[in-house]
């Protein structure tokens, strides 16, 4: 029965770190630039965008097709170091926990 109840008291713990980690991550932010700083998303590490900035001298005309590739970039920039940053706290968590790291979890 102690065994029972020592998981339970580590659910509860893993949830609370759980949230915590939430909120590490929802203040967390990741920059990336593209075309020379032309064009900046910003991601939060519960990846979601919290801004994109675009330089004035990025905009073309006639070449929309550019300034929309370099948004796509850093967008996809910003994004992708949130989920390295998110992946990073949950490999934290479940060593913490005694778990074996699973990718992509």
């Not at 989920?83 to 926990?97: D, R």
């Amino acid at each position: 029965m102690s065994n029972m109840f020592k998981m339970l008291q580590d659910a509860v713990s893993a949830r609370k770190n759980l949230k915590k980690i939430q909120r590490e991550l929802e203040a967390k932010t990741i920059e990336y630039s593209a075309g020379n700083g032309a064009v900046r998303a910003t991601a939060r590490g519960d990846a979601s965008l919290a801004a994109i900035r675009i330089d004035p001298a990025a905009f073309e005309p006639g070449r929309m097709d550019r300034l929309e590739k370099l948004v796509l970039e850093a967008v996809n920039g910003a994004l992708e170091g949130a989920k390295k940053e998110s992946a990073e706290h949950m490999q934290k968590l479940m060593a913490g926990m005694g778990l074996p790291n699973i990718p992509g979890l």
